[in-house]
Protein backbone atom coordinates (compact mmCIF):
# COMPACT_ATOMS: atom_id res chain seq x y z
CA UNK A 1 0.00 0.00 0.00
CA UNK A 2 3.00 2.20 0.79
CA UNK A 3 6.30 2.64 -0.77
CA UNK A 4 9.07 4.81 1.12
CA UNK A 5 12.42 5.87 -0.75
CA UNK A 6 15.47 7.07 1.24
CA UNK A 7 18.27 9.06 0.19
CA UNK A 8 20.99 10.74 1.44
CA UNK A 9 23.18 8.55 3.24
CA UNK A 10 26.83 8.27 2.95
CA UNK A 11 30.24 8.97 4.40
CA UNK A 12 31.09 12.17 5.78
CA UNK A 13 33.50 13.06 8.43
CA UNK A 14 33.01 14.22 12.10
CA UNK A 15 31.60 17.59 12.30
CA UNK A 16 29.88 17.16 8.98
CA UNK A 17 26.54 17.42 7.32
CA UNK A 18 24.58 15.05 5.90
CA UNK A 19 20.57 15.12 4.14
CA UNK A 20 18.21 12.63 4.45
CA UNK A 21 14.70 12.26 2.62
CA UNK A 22 12.17 9.76 2.68
CA UNK A 23 9.33 9.77 0.09
CA UNK A 24 6.24 8.19 0.39
CA UNK A 25 3.96 6.97 -2.12
CA UNK A 26 0.32 5.53 -2.53
CA UNK A 27 -3.25 5.98 -3.01
CA UNK A 28 -5.23 8.40 -1.26
CA UNK A 29 -2.48 8.34 1.69
CA UNK A 30 -3.38 9.49 5.47
CA UNK A 31 -0.21 9.96 6.83
CA UNK A 32 -0.17 10.59 10.57
CA UNK A 33 3.61 10.94 11.48
CA UNK A 34 6.88 10.35 9.76
CA UNK A 35 9.78 9.39 11.64
CA UNK A 36 13.48 8.02 11.32
CA UNK A 37 15.20 5.32 13.20
CA UNK A 38 18.95 3.98 13.65
CA UNK A 39 20.56 1.03 13.88
CA UNK A 40 24.33 0.26 14.99
CA UNK A 41 25.78 -2.68 14.50
CA UNK A 42 24.98 -5.04 17.45
CA UNK A 43 22.96 -2.55 19.32
CA UNK A 44 18.75 -1.89 18.96
CA UNK A 45 17.42 -0.05 16.67
CA UNK A 46 16.46 3.37 18.13
CA UNK A 47 14.04 6.54 17.57
CA UNK A 48 16.55 9.19 16.62
CA UNK A 49 13.27 11.59 15.55
CA UNK A 50 9.72 11.91 14.72
CA UNK A 51 7.24 14.08 13.58
CA UNK A 52 3.76 14.78 13.49
CA UNK A 53 0.79 17.71 12.30
CA UNK A 54 1.61 18.74 16.05
CA UNK A 55 5.06 17.48 17.50
CA UNK A 56 8.57 16.69 16.78
CA UNK A 57 10.37 14.19 19.53
CA UNK A 58 14.41 13.34 18.92
CA UNK A 59 16.59 11.18 20.78
CA UNK A 60 18.66 13.74 23.70
CA UNK A 61 21.64 12.15 22.18
CA UNK A 62 20.49 14.34 18.56
CA UNK A 63 18.82 17.14 20.20
CA UNK A 64 20.09 20.60 18.68
CA UNK A 65 22.24 18.97 15.87
CA UNK A 66 19.48 17.30 13.87
CA UNK A 67 16.10 18.91 13.09
CA UNK A 68 13.25 16.78 10.81
CA UNK A 69 10.89 18.19 8.92
CA UNK A 70 8.44 17.29 6.59
CA UNK A 71 6.82 18.46 2.97
CA UNK A 72 2.76 17.61 3.51
CA UNK A 73 1.71 18.49 -0.14
CA UNK A 74 4.82 15.62 -1.55
CA UNK A 75 4.65 13.33 1.63
CA UNK A 76 8.31 13.79 1.82
CA UNK A 77 10.68 13.72 5.30
CA UNK A 78 13.63 14.89 5.98
CA UNK A 79 16.39 14.75 8.22
CA UNK A 80 18.99 17.21 8.65
CA UNK A 81 22.05 16.07 10.40
CA UNK A 82 24.89 18.34 11.45
CA UNK A 83 27.94 18.47 13.79
CA UNK A 84 27.87 14.79 13.33
CA UNK A 85 29.91 12.31 15.48
CA UNK A 86 31.14 8.90 15.02
CA UNK A 87 28.42 7.37 17.03
CA UNK A 88 26.08 8.74 14.73
CA UNK A 89 27.68 5.61 12.55
CA UNK A 90 24.12 3.09 11.63
CA UNK A 91 21.37 2.21 9.25
CA UNK A 92 18.73 4.81 9.25
CA UNK A 93 15.22 3.38 8.58
CA UNK A 94 12.79 6.19 7.47
CA UNK A 95 8.95 5.01 9.19
CA UNK A 96 5.72 6.06 8.83
CA UNK A 97 2.32 5.86 10.45
CA UNK A 98 -0.59 5.76 7.95
CA UNK A 99 -4.22 5.67 8.24
CA UNK A 100 -7.26 6.10 10.31
CA UNK A 101 -7.79 4.94 13.35
CA UNK A 102 -9.34 1.27 12.28
CA UNK A 103 -6.61 0.53 9.66
CA UNK A 104 -3.30 2.28 10.70
CA UNK A 105 -0.43 0.47 9.59
CA UNK A 106 3.46 0.95 10.57
CA UNK A 107 5.74 1.11 6.94
CA UNK A 108 9.53 0.75 6.74
CA UNK A 109 12.25 2.30 4.71
CA UNK A 110 14.99 0.16 3.21
CA UNK A 111 17.43 1.63 4.99
CA UNK A 112 20.48 4.09 4.63
CA UNK A 113 23.50 4.04 5.72
CA UNK A 114 25.66 6.53 7.40
CA UNK A 115 29.13 6.18 8.22
CA UNK A 116 30.90 9.18 10.19
CA UNK A 117 35.17 8.37 10.23
CA UNK A 118 37.79 10.39 9.40
Known amino acids: QVQLVESGGGLVQPGGSLRLSCTAS????????MGWYRQAPGKERELVAE??????NYADSVKGRFTISRDNAKNLVYLQMNSLKPEDTGVYYC?????????????WGQGTQVTVSS
Open 51 to 56: ITSGRT
Open 26 to 33: GSRLTING
Open 95 to 107: NVDEGSLWNRRDY
